[in-house]
């Protein structure tokens, strides 16, 4: 194989390439070293945006609703009262899509507020997560809660 290569090298005039060592960091390519360094960069913006948020901010993305509190019922609040149809209607096609059974469905007449309220299934709390996940994603959605309504409140222990 010695006499092939040299042969190709010869007449293409090509060199082997050695992968460069980035002094700094032994056993990165220079490559690697470039990427870890916009990547660290990218961190370090990311630790300043989040030491500017203020705890009104992070309690926002908080997810309050605990998995064990689903009994088939959900209460949402709505921003925008005009979309609020819509938005119902965006959630009971995700449901049927996803093999949910609708038993109730409310929607308040100013539009700020609606109820859903669900059969429940085999495993509530597989049902709850992916739930919980698909209406906190949407953008209309100010708040929801699972509550099955005409119901006494359970105290929590």
Partial sequence: MNKLKQLYRDYFGLTEQ?????????????EDTVNLTKYNKELTKTKDLMSAMTSEEIDEARLDNRITEY????????IDPALAKQTLM????????????VVTKK????????YIYFRLGEN???EAQRIQGYIS???NIKHFRFKVRNQPEQPVA
Avoid: Y
């Fill in 124 to 126: 509530p709390g597989k």
């Fill in 90 to 101: 965006d959630i009971l096609q995700w449901t049927k899509k996803k093999g949910f059974v």
């Fill in 71 to 78: 009994q088939g019922g959900v209460e949402m609040v709505m």
């Fill in 107 to 114: 929607l308040s007449g100013t539009g700020k507020s609606a």
């Fill in 18 to 30: 050695t992968a460069k060592k980035h002094p700094v960091v032994p056993g990165l390519d220079i």
């Fill in 137 to 139: 994603q949407l953008p």
